[in-house]
């Protein structure tokens, strides 16, 4: 009965704190850490035990596969250089720094001191990503913090087995060497062969239920198998998971693919805001063991704030430090985004689980353990807190919700495009109306998509035609299920035809609020400043207009030649094939309205380009 209440508290303390904290400016894992240690000081709480194995076995392998599964490989790749940098290189750094502050106030050999150090520099992927999307931050940034959390815990884990064993006994260079050996190269081999195994037992297992439950043992089987070898069991996490999220649109069907992303939704959201509370419940605990020892309460104090802020300025010091060689080369990292980046260091269940699997007879262990439980408490209120009002005051911002709908536009239309050719090759002498009915509804996908960019949404005043086709879509959907259910309560119909045909209804009506809830930001994005330019024209353009209802150079369709790419003026939003294309008509835009700046309107791209001047620039972008 105690673990049953226990799990009901946990779970309805994370629902209420993570609908308080959609409605007011605080991070729900900072917020569930406040709370949990609110509660650890009430006798009659149960205090639920929270070992390293239930947090480094437990929650660290699905948290990190629910990560890497929805990290893109492709724009993980293109950021690999800043995510090494910032993974090995800045946990190493900031650990010898942590170990050399930390041997400077308390009695405590290296190797121990070494230990906290490794333990504390890992940014948390959960806190830093959860905080991260609340502030808005651009994709870049984002993605360059996601693939640091994945990977940094390797890093740390690796530094601080090697401490630890330095602890009992004395180390060689050739066993480090080895033992970084085995993360680096057996851990990642473990999780690709987990991640072959499993995609190919995806192609076999084509039940939607069969298959959700495989994406359950993955990250347990990538984890267990690296960590029997000695090797990095979070390395073979992430590539499995990467590996995974990049062929799954490929080898599972729709059905599973949606019922994956269902369950795993829930299963992370409910784990990594659980783990936040636990961390807050043995606040007391770790409290009470630390001040039993020896040391005064204002040197403990000390130590903790001095970790601390040598956590925060190490970061602040390094990533400004390699940020020449953070960026791509066509495009480095600005030092808005370093500065966004140097202070999105917020700490979480990795630091406090690595805490705990220091050996029981560690110097001051217990003393150690509140320096982690500080330093995850400090970073997520001071950078939890300000890391929002920082990007504000950079003026960095997230993706804007028009530069998405116009690459989704584009995009839809490729693909709608490639979809038509594809019937046609297959269709047969007898299909010519079934590929005029097929080709008349794509073209109507593929204007829906440009019309929520047009005058009329702009306006906010005239219903467009996919927003009267979604309203009264949901009138008869209301109506048709009302229907359903009244032959229901009849027992006019058998239970599984009515229960089929509601679900058919609720994926239909889920497919329309989604659209909703998009367009609904489109219509409310604020405007966006472009920022510095090159020129006075580029300066004084717009950073968004409102765009022709279509996806198409007019030119190239009345002339029959075909675009190469297409571009937008910034001034009216005419849509015009490039300079490469045969007609030129964007040029030719240009010298018939005098209108200085076009912009690319092909997908990921925002550069600008004035005619009057001869140059370009990136655009706001993001």
């Not at 209420?16 to 009659?44: D, F, H, K, N, Q």
């Not at 390699?322 to 979480?348: C, N, T």
């Not at 009506?509 to 609904?520: G, S």
Request: proline letters at 6%.
């Amino acid at each position: 009965m105690e673990i049953l209440l226990l799990v009901v508290g946990c779970v309805s303390t994370v629902l209420a704190a993570t609908w308080l904290c959609r409605r007011v400016p605080m991070p729900a894992p900072l917020l569930l850490l406040i709370i949990g240690a609110a509660a650890s000081y009430e006798p009659w709480f149960p205090l639920p035990e929270l070992t390293a194995e239930m947090a480094l076995f437990g929650f660290l392998p699905p948290l990190l596969y629910a990560a890497a599964v929805n990290t893109s490989l492709v724009d993980f790749r293109t950021n690999l250089p800043a995510i090494g940098y910032l993974s090995i290189g800045f946990v190493l750094f900031c650990a010898l720094g942590v170990a050399l502050v930390i041997t400077g106030l308390l009695p405590v050999p290296f190797a121990a001191a070494f230990a906290v150090g490794a333990i504390v520099a890992p940014p948390d992927a959960v806190a830093a990503v959860a905080v991260a999307r609340q502030a808005g931050l651009p994709r870049r940034v984002v993605t360059i913090l996601e693939g640091e959390s994945l990977l940094n815990d390797a890093t740390a884990l690796v530094a601080l087995r090697t401490a630890v064993a330095a602890l009992a006994a004395s180390v060689t260079l050739a066993e480090v060497g080895t033992d970084l050996a085995l993360a680096v190269l057996v851990g990642p081999l473990a999780g690709f062969v987990v991640a072959k195994i499993s995609i190919w037992l995806f192609r076999v297992l084509t039940d939607a239920i069969a298959s959700t439950t495989l994406t359950f043992l993955i990250p347990f089987a990538a984890y267990a198998l690296a960590e029997s070898f000695h090797a990095s069991g979070v390395l073979a996490v992430v590539v499995a998971g990467l590996m995974v999220g990049h062929v799954t649109p490929v080898v599972r069907s729709a059905p599973a693919r949606v019922s994956t992303w269902m369950n795993w939704s829930t299963i992370q959201y409910v784990l990594e805001h659980t783990v936040f509370l636990l961390i807050g419940l043995h606040t007391h605990q770790i409290l009470d063991a630390a001040a039993s020892y020896p040391v005064s309460n204002l040197s403990i104090a000390g130590v903790s704030v001095a970790v601390l802020a040598a956590v925060i300025g190490l970061r602040i010091v390094y990533v400004m430090a390699v940020r020449p060689f953070l960026g791509r080369s066509h495009r480095p990292l600005s030092w808005r985004e370093a500065a966004i980046i140097s202070w999105a260091g917020m700490r979480g269940v990795v630091t406090l689980a690595a805490a705990l699997t220091l050996p029981a007879d560690t110097p001051l262990r217990p003393v150690l353990l509140l320096i982690a439980l500080v330093t995850v408490a400090g970073t997520l209120l001071i950078h939890g807190l300000t890391l929002p009002l920082l990007a504000r005051r950079l003026g960095v911002h997230g993706p804007d919700p028009r530069e998405d709908a116009l690459q989704e536009a584009m995009v839809t239309q490729r693909s709608v495009i490639a979809g038509m050719a594809a019937m046609k090759e297959a269709a047969g002498p007898d299909d010519g109306e079934l590929i005029a009915r097929l080709k008349q509804a794509g073209k109507r996908r593929v204007d829906l998509q440009w019309e929520r960019l047009g005058h009329a949404r702009a306006g906010g005043g005239a219903e467009s035609g996919a927003m009267a086709y979604r309203r009264l879509r949901l009138i008869g959907l209301t109506a048709e299920r009302a229907k359903l259910l009244e032959i229901r309560d009849r027992g006019f119909a058998d239970h599984e035809v009515l229960s089929a045909l509601l679900a058919e209804l609720d994926v239909e009506e889920a497919t329309l609020l989604i659209r909703e809830d998009r367009e609904r930001e489109v219509r409310e994005a604020p405007p966006r400043a472009s920022g510095n330019a090159p020129c006075v024209h580029l300066d004084g353009a717009p950073a968004e207009v409102d765009f022709e209802a279509h996806g198409d150079c007019l030119d190239c369709l009345a002339t029959g030649q075909e675009p190469v790419e297409l571009r937008m003026c910034l001034s009216c939003g005419h849509i015009a094939c490039c300079d490469s294309s045969p007609g030129k008509h964007a040029a030719l835009h240009f010298r018939q309205t005098g209108h200085p700046v076009m912009r690319s309107i092909e997908p990921g791209e925002h550069w600008r380009w004035c005619y009057i001047d001869q140059l370009h620039d990136e655009g706001p972008g993001e």
